[in-house]
């Protein structure tokens, strides 16, 4: 058992070969998949795959480069979304200030929007954070004062602080390809201390193909590579490690059980 936590099956390099990327996947110990949209014009897509696909689940929310142009956006859209069977979780969102694709102040609120909604629905908010590190922490912290809601960060790349605050607040790590990189020592390091019931694994497919796949489109069933090498790093078997990361998922995203 093993579960792609974050993939992007709509976007180009999977979705024109979308039926082979998923038996590939299945192919290889993939039993689960989270399709994720960034911008609302992919929600109905993204859900559609997921209806359509008995392994497949969607989130629906805004990427921070997509902020601006949906600076508008209310609660009552993501609410609504967030009503189908097969949406488990709210994003991704959160904030990336190393391409400032969008003003700052209209990631931050809506981040918060993303936020006050997992809050509500009780789904998950996927969280993307990239040269923010303060600002995410600072905007969790307060959020999480108003009252808790659940909560990962995907793609995880900040810092060892950054984790242990992360964690403190009670939310769950996710690691992509990147932790298998030659240059990636220090998370490497971070991927060693996360504890067990906090972590999981994705492949942030079509981008960031973990070795030895490297240079190549990532798709779902690499997720399989990246484990194994998690799993080395942590002294366990790979088995045990997507057993582990598999309960980890159905308990983040409740909804998947239903």
Sequence with gaps: MLIDSHCHLEYKGLVED????????????????????????????VVATAARESDVWASVGIH?????????????????AAEHPKVIGIGETGLDY??????????QALFRTHIGVARETGLPIIIHTRDAEADTAAIL?????????????????????????????GLTISLSGIVTFKNAKDLQDIARTIPKDRLLVETDAPFLAPVPHRGKTC?????ANTAAFVAELRGVETAELA??????????????RM
């Design 18 to 45: 979308q039926q082979g990327v998923l038996t590939r996947a299945r192919d290889a110990g993939v039993t689960g998949m989270l399709n994720i949209s960034t911008r609302k014009s992919e929600w109905d897509q």
């Design 64 to 80: 921070p480069h997509e902020a601006d142009a949906h600076a508008d956006l209310d609660r009552a859209a993501l609410l609504a």
């Design 98 to 107: 190393y391409y400032d694709k969008s003003d700052r102040a209209v990631q």
């Design 141 to 169: 912290a307060d959020e999480m004062e108003k009252g808790a809601f659940p909560a990962l960060i995907h793609c995880f790349t900040a810092s060892a602080d950054f984790a242990r605050t992360v964690l403190d607040l």
């Design 219 to 223: 798709e779902p069933g690499f997720v």
């Design 243 to 256: 057993t582990e990361t598999s309960s980890n998922f159905f308990n983040l995203f409740a909804k998947a």
